[in-house]
């Protein structure tokens, strides 16, 4: 392949991962080049397969819990949470007033600390070590307001079928409120960093820019979807628990491009704050947990139940067979899944620079896509 | 659109082709026919009143004696979301790609066929990705497939 009449070129394989850092975990990418431009690009996955789903079939329903933590371990709040939201849909469980707040504040606050990591690794990625720090360095306090409800930093099973684990030590609120208070400020920081910085600009700007019938047609989801300009997120559009109670606003993107990703997850950080400070303030007291039996059996039936997690649009689907204390399929489904699925369309004719950028600004993670 | 509009327009607009399945509370759940499914999928794609333009999922399931495969799609503009299924025998077991209607359905149709072995008809790039390549024991989510070192969880 020739790019000028003069100059003779000839394409050439790159083989990208599994163990690069920018791949936030392990995959791999076999790239074809010319020059420095990305001519084709496969993803090869399949390193973090750790059988999930069929490590499922095997176990009770509460017994599951732990194993959904590890779905995707950034946000794990969300993975039981969806795990518990079809099992009691499946057998009509019904989680109490208290539970249900709990949960909410515990998903944004595990929203917000998955955007910072985000926030913190794209920066390192694209060449920024302070946003690395800072980022970290809130995410702890949103981990230290965990592991005084749970015990636990990254893998919780916390909330459970039918409520959450334990109720939140009287500590808890001062400190969540003190985090809110000074988060916002924070994030103007952030903002300061990198919104105006010549080197962001031109690293995301006008890059990886994903059309929005290409991305609704992969299934893409979540911050990446709405950066593409489709205002859709399951909190407001297929509401589920009382997210319906909440004042908060859904940004969306105008371009699609590495940059309104960027812009568009540090709104949600602002938003998933407010949701987090209205949810304390209407926090109810009751019952935390209904009680369930660690062997019952839910009715024979199926269902696919979806929630909108940090990385999109993320699934459970359970079939249960009727009389037995053990689903007979689980099926997760990830967002990663379907934006790793894209990447190959929008880094074609990019750099190779540009590809790392767009891996970061789509959030992949790996477990969520090998499970 | 709430559940019963739902499925009362799907039942009224398909009525030869689909089933329903009793549900409970949850998002309706149909039947369909394989050989219904390219022109089923095409209909609800170009339907103004449905308007599907996501595919959330597919998922296969291996009941003991068959294949179900469950399409569950929503739509962006509607506020839509529900499931259809197709069962087929144990013995070749085969389906259409849905690719040419969600292109996104790729990965979740190569998956279908390397952890169950259904074949997918008009694919195109049925190859090994979650399984290493020179796996030679089937197919670990059939429910037949066992390894020696799969170990059980004890009975409670």
């Known amino acids: 392949m020739t790019t000028t009449k003069a100059l003779h070129t000839e394409e050439f394989l790159v083989n990208m991962g599994p163990h690069h850092p920018s791949t936030h975990g392990v995959c791999r990418f076999l790239l074809t080049m010319d020059g420095e431009v990305v001519v084709k690009a496969v993803p090869y996955i399949g390193y973090l397969h750790r059988a999930l789903e069929k490590i499922c079939e095997n176990r009770t329903y509460p017994q599951c819990l732990p194993i959904l933590d590890r779905f995707e371990y950034c946000t794990s709040m969300s993975c039981e949470y969806a795990f518990c939201l079809a099992t009691e849909k499946l057998a009509g469980i019904q989680a109490p007033e208290r539970a249900e707040y709990l949960r909410v504040i515990m998903l944004e606050l595990n929203r917000i600390a998955s955007h910072l990591i985000w926030f913190g690794t794209t920066s390192l990625d694209l060449g920024a070590i302070t946003p690395f720090l800072y980022g970290f360095r809130e995410r702890e306090d949103i981990l230290d307001l965990f592991e005084m409800t749970c015990g636990q930093r990254l893998t919780y099973n916390y909330i459970r079928i039918g409520g959450v684990s334990r109720d939140v030590p009287p500590e808890f609120i001062p400190k969540a409120k003190e985090f809110l208070d000074k988060f916002p400020a924070k994030i103007e920081d952030y903002v300061k960093l990198l919104n105006e910085n010549p080197i962001w600009m031109i690293r995301n700007q006008n890059v990886g820019i994903l059309p929005r019938e290409m991305a609704l047609s992969y299934g893409v989801s979540g911050p990446v979807l709405r950066a593409s300009g489709i205002k859709f997120d399951i909190r407001k559009d297929d509401p589920y628990s009382i997210y319906d109670r909440f004042d908060f606003n859904i940004p969306t993107g105008k371009v699609g491009d590495c940059y309104d990703r960027y812009l568009l997850r540090i709104e949600e950080m602002r938003q998933s704050s407010r949701i987090v400070r209205q949810a304390l303030e209407q926090l109810p007291s009751g019952e935390i947990k209904t009680k369930v039996s660690a062997n019952f059996k839910p009715p024979k039936g199926e269902v696919y139940s979806r929630i909108e997690n940090s990385r999109g649009e993320m699934g459970i689907y359970i079939q249960s067979p009727g009389d037995s204390k053990k689903p007979l399929r689980v099926k997760m489904r990830g967002g990663s899944y379907n934006h790793l699925q894209v990447m190959p369309e929008i880094v074609k004719g990019g750099k190779i620079a540009d590809l790392v950028a767009v891996m970061a600004s789509m959030d992949i993670i790996m477990p969520e896509v090998d499970r | ?156």
């Open chain 2, 1 to 156: 659109m709430d559940r019963t509009e739902l499925t009362k327009y799907l039942l009224d607009r398909f009525s030869d082709k689909l089933q329903l399945l009793d549900t409970g509370k949850a998002e309706p759940v149909f039947i369909l026919k394989a050989e219904n499914l390219l022109e089923f999928c095409r209909t609800i794609k170009a339907d103004d009143t449905l308007a599907i333009d996501f595919l959330c999922n597919i998922a296969a399931v291996d009941t003991g004696d068959l294949f179900e495969i469950v399409y569950s799609v929503a739509s962006t503009k509607n506020r839509i979301r529900f499931d259809f299924k197709i069962t087929m025998p144990y013995e070749n077991a085969e389906i259409d790609s849905i690719q040419e209607f969600w292109a996104g359905a790729n990965w979740h149709e190569r998956e279908v066929w390397e952890l169950f072995g259904i074949n997918i008809r008009n694919h195109g790039n049925l190859t090994r990705f979650l399984l290493p390549d020179d796996w030679n024991q089937g197919f670990p989510m059939r429910k037949n497939w066992d390894a020696p070192d799969f170990v059980r969880m004890p009975e409670l």
